[in-house]
């Protein structure tokens, strides 16, 4: 599974919930920015991924928001909101086939700071994935697997003398 199929994925499920009416998928100020979107709205973003062994991480920063009464009466009303679907989100990924959820996550609130009235929470998560580590389907020119240097000795030469 790749970058794509694992944001494929968190869209779904947020295309799917009934609470949430825009999903974006990009940076935090373009999702604040955007003034046509309809709430609940959820934003994801690719932060970074690493490798671990046999396993490829992938990790996001998602924001479920929703706006705020002209009187800012109605924020724990928000965040509770906000929470559930967060809750939904993770009931969810637990039981996705081929994807490994780290279960746990540290939620931060937000609240209007920009004068566009939205409210909710922020948190990241990450999403491993089994690497399929077979030689024989990267994409070579040849049918021929490149040899490997038992020494591990480097074929290029240092443009320094470090001595």
């Known amino acids: 599974m790749n970058l794509n199929q694992v944001s494929f994925i968190i869209n779904d499920f947020f295309d799917s919930h ?7 998928n990009g940076n935090a100020k373009d999702f604040i920015a955007k003034r046509d979107k309809e709430y609940f709205a959820v934003n994801y973003e690719f932060i ?3 490798i671990n062994g046999k396993i490829m991480n ?4 998602i924001t479920i928001g929703d706006l705020l009464n002209e009187a800012h009466d109605n924020e ?19 039981d ?26 922020t948190f990241n998560i990450q999403l491993g994935v089994i690497r399929s580590q077979n030689i024989c389907v990267l994409p070579l ?10 020494n591990r000795a480097f074929t290029y030469q240092f443009p320094y003398n470090l001595d």
């Open 76 to 94: 724990n009303n928000i965040f509770s909101d906000c929470l559930t679907i967060a809750e939904d989100f993770y009931t969810y990924m637990a």
């Open 48 to 50: 970074n991924s690493g």
């Open 96 to 121: 996705v086939n081929g994807v490994i959820f780290n279960k746990s996550s540290n939620i931060q609130k937000f609240e209007d700071g920009d004068g566009d009235r939205i409210s909710g929470i």
């Open 18 to 24: 009934l609470q949430v009416n825009t999903i974006m």
């Open 58 to 61: 992938f990790n996001f920063s």
């Open 141 to 150: 020119e040849s049918d021929e697997v490149p040899p490997i240097n038992a």
